[in-house]
C-alpha cells in the first residue's frame, strides 16, 4: 500500500508540478479538467449510475468546464457567481450534516448529480482562474487546504477527546475530532499571518490570498483563514456522508493507493469557490 501511495504521488507531481509552473495556464487548464471529469464520473459511481451513466456525468461536466473556457470567463471578474456557489456551499453544508447520512437518499437522484456536477464545474472554474491570476495565488489557496488537514491530523492524534466528550461527526467520520478541528484552524491561521509576511517581504508581483485579505485588516485575515479551513472539513465530511451512504469506502481505485479523485480533492470543492468569494470581496 506505501509503495503504491509513493508511486501514485510521484506520477501526479511529475504532471501536476510543469503544468503549474509553466507560464501560460494552459497545460494546467487541461490537467485539472481532466481530474474534474474523473470526479464526476465517480460522482456518477456513487450515485447508483451505471458505466454509461457516469461517463454522461463525466460529459457533461467536460462541456460545461470547456464552454466556460471557451466563453473567457477564466479572465473575467465573477463576483456573483462566487458569492452564490460560497452562499449555497455554507448552507448545504449545514443541512447535509445535520441530516446525516440517512438524509442524502431521500434527496432525488437527479438534483444529487446535477448538484455534485455543478459544484465540481464550479470548483474547476475557481482553481483555473486562480491559475490565470498567478502561482503565488493559486498557490495560496490549495496549501490552505493541506495545512488544515496535516494540523488536523496530528492535533487530533495528540489531543483528540482531550478537551471535549465527544467526535466531530461521529456516524459521518469516526476519526475526526473536534480537537483536530482547532488544530487545522490553529496552523491555518499561522499560515496566512506567514504568507502575508513572506508576500511583503519578497514584494510579490502576484498577492496571494493572504496579502489581499491582510490589506483589510489582519483580523480579517484570521478570520477568513478559520472560516476556509472550517469549510474544508465540511467538503471532507460532506464527501464522507456521500460514501458511506453509497456504501463506498473510496469514491473509485483511479489513484492507486489513494483512493479516487474526490477522496483528494473533496476539501477543495467548497474552499476554492469561497476563497474566491473572499478574493473578490476584498478586490
Known sequence: MLKQRVITALVLLAILLPALFWPEPTPFVL???????AGAWEWGRLNGLGQGGSLAAAAVCV????????????????????AVAGGLWVLAGAWLLRA????????????RLA???LALWIAWLAVAQAKVIGVNFLLSLLVLVWVADIFAYFA?????????????????SPGKSWEGVWGGMAGVVVLAIAWAAA??????RVPSLYSRLASHGWWLLALGAIFLAAMS???DLVESLVKRSAGM?????????HGGVLDRVDALLPTLPLAMMLAASVS
Do not use: E, M
Request: charge should be positive; glycine fraction near 16%; hydrophobic fraction near 50%.
Open 249 to 257: 469506502k473510496d469514491s473509485s481505485g483511479l489513484l492507486p493507493g
Open 156 to 172: 487530533g492524534r495528540a489531543f483528540g477527546l482531550k478537551f471535549t466528550k465527544g467526535k466531530l461527526a461521529p456516524s459521518i
Open 100 to 111: 446525516g447520512v440517512a438524509g442524502w437518499p431521500h434527496i432525488p437522484r437527479p438534483v
Open 233 to 235: 472539513v465540511v467538503g
Open 199 to 204: 508576500d511583503g517581504a519578497l514584494q510579490a
Open 63 to 82: 462541456v460545461l468546464c470547456a464552454g466556460s473556457w471557451q466563453l473567457g470567463l477564466l479572465a473575467q471578474r465573477l463576483p456573483l457567481l462566487w
Open 31 to 37: 490537467v485539472t479538467l481532466v481530474l474534474i471529469a
Open 115 to 117: 448538484l455534485g456536477v
